[in-house]
Structure formats: structure tokens, C-alpha cells
């Protein structure tokens, strides 16, 4: 069975779950306070950033740091659980299929549900810079062009956290664990983009990435920048080898 | 003198009606049998009696109490073990059964004294969600016999069990009234088993109670309307069948 | 139902040990800032309990209150798992007790972690600073109020989670609800008062007045937690 067909029976399978809901609902939240304070992006002088960037940048940085990360482990969650529910996997490690792909196949599903989260980001960003722009009289939309670039490299950037995601949810039987885990590992990322070794954990990177683009786009800041090296070969290598990992181990309990 | 009656109990989803107007009578001190083919009603009128799903019309009483004014006072007097065996799956059988215990206030003795009348002292400290269907089905039997309640309730309670281990529950459901001094209510959908254990016969299909009585009763009742006696199980089938007949004719 | 069997029924789900992990991670955040930022906040005017409240407190609330969503999660989804919560309802037991019980070993948890973040502050001030006794008692009123400020969280948490049979979606909400106090606007009295939002606030340089309001607020919410899980369960009944 093909990569492709396996990854649209993993869509099945989280059929009805209203992951949407939660990932939306999330969406929402973000962007409500963004329109109801709007007039303070235009206070901005000090940081030397125009306010339609500041609008844009403000609500991105929000999401990365705590939302984003926190929603994809709910996800890695309800992925894996779907599954040890009623020994769904006993039923699926006893099929004809390569165990590497099916392995595969519910990563790249949670990708999905990653960039499904940041595509809704950007629809709310554009439905609440529309309702900006017309309580401030000043135009807040940004090119698509732009936004769209944004948001993909956030969602590059998050491929090697949701990668140890996974494979701390498969390496881990007891479900608690890796959540309090991913969690923990979560809320000291706003610590760790200050130190020089962010590159080295990846629970980090987007909000790292997005507060980058914070410092390039305010004048009067600066922040680290992101270099390419050792960033992205640390990055690749981080991914490689908990995809790897998880592919080893996956399904190992129930085969025992 | 029953120690369980309802009165036109009736359970209704939507158009769907599990139960309808059903009135049974289980005499006090007796295994009475509940047999229906699948989906007839009977884990549904088990549900409603544990106050896990509400009768949409009628009434029952169990030993005098009535739902819900006196469910917990119900509940004190019966064990039960429903559908699927419902446990821990990271605790050990043992461990499990101690929580039974210490909710319920017993003493010390009662969880072993369950595991041995199931037959699990053995694997009492493997994990529960390790146990085999047969071991669960044990667990979840131990956990309803454990203090030996005047009243049980069981659900199919030897699904998922090899012939050994059939007989030796079915032995032992038997002989409970004398040991305990306590009522079974079971259900199954096999009349050959029903017949192994039962004083008295209910049988419902599609919510519809058929007959209920003894079974010399039961056999009589069908010679008389013409169905097949010499073998219980045919007598079942011949009167399901009959019934299935007269309801799609009303329809 | 007592809390002693729900501490037994967590066992070998690692709820302990995610405890004491995280209530060590959350402890260690004044320590590592302490020794990293040391010049930051040695030798500052303000009180020692002031400044190291007021440079971590937010991160260490914010782990906190994820354990205690990850906990209460994990307390029913062992009930819920393998359909041990059948078998509870049919216990000769209110319903409302386990819920109780449940509530009971969190905030038993919640006061552990509160001792351990203490018990880290007041390092940081020993080893850090010159203290007085006076700030010793600030610091003592200080997780007093902490605890309180945590039970809405202890019973809200505990009240989705009752309510969803399948973990992720009270983990789903649960995180909502956390992410949602933190885009609350801190200067918004009202705002402040959002249930998952109260574990946020510290003691210091905080009015009498203030204070009084968000113990009374965190109280009037638990309670509500409790109405509502009581109603939950009524209509569950009566729904099923």
C-alpha cells in the first residue's frame, strides 16, 4: 500500500474527532484581543515598527510561543490515542502494510494538522486586519505574498518540534508523560531564544524564527538573527533521527 | 415473593424503542435466565435496573426500593458486571478488586475469597489490561460477586470463555442462590445455557417480553402452539421466528 | 470514595512522577534565572521576594497550571480508558463523590507543587540575597494565596475533563482556557478574575482590597465548578 492511500486512511480515521473546533476556537482567541487593542500598534514609535507590521507580528509571535506548540501536542495526542483505543493498532500492525509508512503516514498527517492551524492563523490575521482597518481608518493588510512566506516558514520551522512530539508520544506508553513532557519542554522556549544554543531545541524555533522577524522588521530593535548554520543542519538532523527513532519503535508494545 | 418487578417498563431512543411494556417477575432466592437474540433489549433493561440509563415510561422496584428516590440503596444490594468487563487497565486484577472493596466497606478477606470463586488467585498481580478476554470476563465477574450481594446482575457473563471455563462459571452462577442465598438475573442469548442454570425464563425480542415462566412451562406453552420441543435451542429459534413473523405482518 | 484510592487508581500512569518532575522544572526556573541573570536583580532596592516573584512567577504559574490540566486529564481518562467508570457508577456511591475525590488529590498535588516552588523562592532569597523574617512571611502569605488562587483551576480542569470521554478534547479545551488567560489584558480588573487567568497573580504589591476580591473570586468559582458538575451528572442521568 502506497504512502499516499495510508496517509488518507489516517485522514479517516480522525474523521469527527473536532479537532477543527479546537484548533479554530484557538485561531479565534488569538486574534480577538489583536482587534479590540488595535490602537496601540500605532504607539509603536519607540520600537521604530509600522503598525500594520506590528499587527501582523504581534499576533504570529502569540501564536508560536504557546498556542501553536500546545495545540499540535493535543493533536499528537488525539492521533495516537484514536489508535490504542479499542487495540485499533493491534488491528492495524496485523494488516499487510509496511509499519515504516504507516508510521510515516500519521506524522505527515500531524504536518497537516499544523499547517491546517496556520493556514486558519492567517485567514483570521486577514479577517481581523480587515475589522482593524476600518475601527482605526488605516489599512492594516499586508500582502498575501508576504503573510503566506511568514507563515510557511513557521510551519518549516515547527517540523522538528513535532518530530520529537512524536516520538516522545510513541517512545512513552502512559499517555500522561509525554504530554507533561511536551509541555514542560514547551514553556521554557521564551528562556531559551535569548541563550545561544536555541538551535539546539526545537521547541523553540518558530517562536525564535517569528521574533527574528520581529527584530528585522522594528528599526530600533535588535534580536538574534536566525543564522542558517548551525540552525538548519542541526534542525534536519534533529528531525532524521527522532522520524527514525519513531519509525523503530513504532507499534514495538503491542508487538512484544 | 419477587424480589424484582417492573411495571410496563419501557425504553425509548428517538423512533427506536429498546424495551417495550415490559413486566417481569424474578422471585426471590432463584436464577432467573433473560434470553434474547442480539440487540433484543436485554443489556438495555440490565442498564436501566443499575440506574445507568433512565426508563422512558413505567417503573421497577428492586427488593421494595424504587429508581431513582433509592438508587443508592439499590445499588448496596447488587453486584453486576455489564457488557464489556469495565476495570483499571493499569492496576492488577488485585489491585482492582481492592477498590471494589474499599468502597463498598469490606472486609479484607472478599478479595480473595472473589478471585478464587473465578479462578484468577493465580494472575492476581498481572495487570489488568494484560489479561486475556476470558481473565477480564473473570475480573469483572469477581468484581460483581465480590461481598456477595443479595442481587446480581449479569450481563452474558460467559462471553469471550473457553468450555472449561463456561462451564465452571455457569456451575457456579448455579449454585449461588444456595451458597449466598442470593437472586441471579442473567442474560445470555443461548437457551441451551439458559437452561444449564435458570429456575426461571425470560425471553424478550425487540424489546417485546415473549414468555416468562418456568420451563416446563415454556415447554408446554410451545407444544402447545405447535413448535418443535425436543430440543430447546430449535424451540427458541421456532418462537423468535414466530414473533419476528407477527411483528413484520403488523408492520 | 476517598482520596487514597484515587491515589491508588493512578498508579504506574506516571502521574507522580509528572508531578514531582514538573513541580522540579517549575522550582528550578528562579534557580537557572538566578544564576544566569545574577546581575539582573542582585542589588536592587526592592524587597527579595518582590523581584524574584516578579522575574519568574508567570513562567513557573504557567507550569503549574499545565500540570494541573495534565493531572486532571489523567484522572479520569483512567476511569474512562478501559469503561472503569461504569462500573464506579454502578457503586452503591454518589457520583459526585468521585468527582470530589478527584478534586481532593489534585489540590493535594497543587499544595505540593506550591511547597516545592516555595521551598525554590526561598533559596533564591538565602542564597541570593540578604532577607528579613518579614519577607519570610510575605512569602508564606504569598503561596498562601497562590493555592487558593489555584483551586479554580483544580476544579475547572477536573470538571471538563469529567464531562469528555476521550482525553485529547479536555486537553484541547483545557489548553484554550490557558491560552485565553494569557491574552487577557493583566490591567483589566474583570478580565483578571477569568477563572484559568487567577494563577497568574502574586501577593506582592498587591492592595488589601485586591486581594480580598480575587480569594473571594477564586472561592464563588469553585463553587461553581462544583454546582456545575453536580447539575452535569444530573442531566447526564436523566439524558441517558
Known amino acids: 500500500m502506497s504512502l499516499k492511500s495510508l496517509i488518507g486512511i489516517e485522514y479517516t480515521k480522525i474523521r469527527r474527532s473536532k479537532i477543527g473546533v479546537i484548533l479554530l476556537l484557538a485561531t479565534c482567541i488569538l486574534w480577538i484581543p489583536s482587534i479590540v487593542n488595535a490602537d496601540l500598534n500605532f504607539t509603536m514609535q519607540a520600537e521604530g515598527i509600522t503598525p500594520e507590521n506590528n499587527f501582523f507580528i504581534q499576533g504570529f509571535m502569540a501564536m508560536s510561543w504557546f498556542m501553536f506548540p500546545a495545540t499540535m501536542l493535543v493533536s499528537t495526542v488525539l492521533i495516537n490515542q484514536t489508535e490504542r483505543k479499542n487495540s485499533g493498532m493491534l488491528k492495524m500492525l496485523s494488516m499487510p502494510i509496511s509499519i515504516w509508512r504507516l508510521c510515516l503516514a500519521k506524522y505527515v498527517v500531524l504536518l497537516t494538522l499544523a499547517a491546517l492551524q496556520i493556514m486558519m492563523s492567517v485567514g483570521m490575521y486577514y479577517i481581523s486586519a480587515a475589522i482593524a482597518s476600518q475601527t482605526q481608518e488605516y489599512n492594516l493588510l499586508l500582502s498575501p505574498l508576504f503573510v503566506c512566506k511568514e507563515a510557511a516558514l513557521i510551519w518549516l520551522s515547527a517540523i522538528p518540534m513535532l518530530a520529537i512530539f512524536w516520538l516522545l508520544t510513541i517512545c512513552i506508553q502512559t499517555p500522561i508523560v509525554p504530554i507533561g513532557l511536551g509541555f514542560a519542554s514547551i514553556v521554557p522556549s521564551v528562556l531559551i531564544i535569548n541563550t545561544k544554543f536555541w538551535f539546539a531545541y526545537p521547541m523553540a524555533y518558530p517562536f525564535f524564527f517569528i521574533t527574528s522577524e520581529y527584530g528585522k522588521l522594528a528599526k530600533n530593535l535588535t534580536t538574534t538573527q536566525a543564522e542558517p548554520i548551525p540552525w538548519i543542519p542541526t534542525a534536519i538532523f534533529i528531525t532524521l533521527v527522532c522520524v527514525l527513532l519513531s519509525c523503530i519503535r513504532f507499534g514495538k508494545y503491542e508487538r512484544r | 415473593m419477587n424480589i424484582i418487578e417492573t411495571k410496563n417498563l419501557t425504553k425509548s431512543y428517538g423512533n427506536f424503542t429498546a424495551v417495550s411494556g415490559v413486566n417481569l417477575h424474578i422471585p426471590r432466592g432463584t436464577v432467573y435466565g433473560f434470553l434474547g437474540p442480539n440487540g433484543a433489549g436485554k443489556s438495555t433493561t440490565m442498564k436501566m435496573f443499575l440506574g445507568l440509563t433512565k426508563p422512558t415510561e413505567g417503573t421497577f422496584s428492586i427488593d421494595n426500593k424504587r429508581y431513582p428516590e433509592d438508587r443508592v440503596e439499590i445499588l448496596k444490594e447488587v453486584g453486576s458486571f455489564i457488557e464489556a468487563p469495565a476495570f483499571y487497565g493499569n492496576l492488577s486484577g488485585e489491585e482492582n478488586l481492592e477498590i471494589i472493596r474499599k468502597i463498598l466497606g469490606l472486609p479484607k478477606a472478599s478479595v480473595k475469597e472473589a478471585l478464587e470463586l473465578v479462578g484468577l488467585t493465580e494472575h492476581r498481580k498481572r495487570l489488568a489490561k494484560k489479561y486475556s478476554l476470558g481473565m477480564k470476563q473473570r475480573l469483572g465477574l469477581a468484581s460483581a460477586l465480590i461481598g456477595r450481594p443479595p442481587i446480581l446482575i449479569l450481563d452474558e457473563p460467559t462471553n469471550g470463555l473457553d468450555p472449561v471455563g463456561i462451564h465452571e462459571i455457569r456451575t457456579l452462577i448455579r449454585s449461588l442462590p444456595q451458597k449466598f442465598n442470593c437472586t441471579v438475573f442473567v442474560s445470555s442469548h443461548l437457551l441451551s445455557e439458559i437452561e444449564l442454570m435458570a429456575d426461571n425464563i425470560g425471553i424478550l425480542n425487540h424489546g417485546h417480553l415473549i414468555f416468562e415462566g418456568t420451563l416446563p412451562m415454556l415447554k408446554r406453552n410451545a407444544s402447545l402452539q405447535g413448535f418443535p420441543t425436543e430440543n430447546l435451542e430449535e424451540t427458541f429459534l421456532a418462537m423468535i421466528d414466530e414473533d419476528n413473523r407477527q411483528r413484520s405482518g403488523k408492520r | ?240
Open chain 3, 1 to 240: 470514595m476517598s482520596i487514597a484510592l484515587e491515589w491508588k487508581k493512578t498508579k504506574r500512569t506516571g502521574f507522580f512522577l509528572t508531578f514531582v518532575a514538573g513541580g522540579l522544572l517549575a522550582g528550578a526556573v528562579p534557580i537557572l534565572n538566578m544564576m544566569v541573570r545574577e546581575k539582573c536583580y542582585v542589588g536592587r532596592k526592592e524587597p527579595a521576594v518582590d523581584i524574584i516573584l516578579n522575574a519568574n512567577w508567570q513562567l513557573m504559574a504557567m507550569l503549574t497550571i499545565l500540570l494541573l490540566l495534565v493531572g486532571a486529564c489523567m484522572l479520569y481518562h483512567t476511569e474512562y480508558a478501559d469503561n472503569a467508570i461504569q462500573r464506579m457508577r454502578t457503586m452503591p456511591k454518589r457520583e459526585c463523590g468521585l468527582f470530589y475525590s478527584k478534586c481532593g488529590l489534585l489540590l493535594f498535588m497543587s499544595i505540593f507543587l506550591v511547597f516545592l516552588q516555595a521551598l525554590a523562592i526561598y533559596f533564591c532569597m538565602v542564597h541570593w540575597f540578604a532577607y528579613t523574617a518579614e519577607q519570610i512571611s510575605v512569602l508564606i502569605y504569598n503561596f498562601s494565596y497562590t493555592f487558593i488562587l489555584l483551586l479554580p483551576s483544580v476544579f475547572g480542569f477536573l470538571l471538563i475533563a469529567s464531562v469528555c470521554n476521550n482525553m485529547w478534547i479536555p486537553l484541547g479545551i483545557g489548553v484554550v482556557c490557558i491560552f485565553t488567560a494569557t491574552m487577557l489584558p493583566t490591567n483589566n480588573r474583570w478580565l483578571s478574575l477569568f477563572p484559568f487567568a487567577l494563577p497568574f497573580q502574586t501577593y506582592v504589591g498587591k492592595d488589601w482590597n485586591t486581594i480580598r476580591m480575587d480569594l473571594l473570586a477564586a472561592v464563588v468559582e469553585s463553587m461553581l465548578a462544583c454546582i456545575a458538575e453536580g447539575i452535569i451528572l444530573k442531566g447526564r442521568r436523566a439524558l441517558a
